[in-house]
């Protein structure tokens, strides 16, 4: 079993900087795949980024390449997400995923996740 709880965001203006952070109980962690999502109002839960167990591969959406970075510290049981350039359209509660399920294979969809998290609000003003 492992345990999610998402930290990092808050109001920025557009262009501005926030490292959201995704730190995990469990040993077993450091096996798991990971992603970024987020879920703006009256719309779907969007897959945003993912990394490996390893942190070796990873894998964004569009709208946020170039501009995100996930990352972990396996050490720390923790993951990041880094964003940069932010725009008023990446406003959304951000949540993150784990599976240990095929912890190499990078997965976009919500059902290929076990565990998530509470999720943090991250408002991007205009």
């Known amino acids: 079993q492992v345990q999610l709880v998402e930290s990092g965001g808050g109001l920025v203006q557009a262009g501005g900087s926030l490292r959201l952070s995704c730190a995990a109980s469990g040993r077993t962690f450091s096996s798991y795949r990971v992603g970024w999502f987020r879920q703006a109002p009256g719309k779907e839960r969007e897959f945003a980024a993912a990394?490996?167990?390893?942190?070796?591969?990873?894998y964004y959406a569009d709208s946020v390449k170039g501009r995100f970075t996930i990352s972990r510290d396996n050490v720390k049981n923790t993951v990041y997400l880094q964003m940069n350039s932010l725009k008023p359209e990446d406003t959304a509660v951000y949540y993150c995923a784990a599976s240990p399920r095929n912890p190499v294979v990078l997965k976009t969809t919500p059902n290929e996740y076990d565990y998530w998290g509470q999720g943090t609000q991250v408002t991007v003003s205009s």
């Open positions: 990394i490996s167990w390893s942190g070796g591969t990873t």
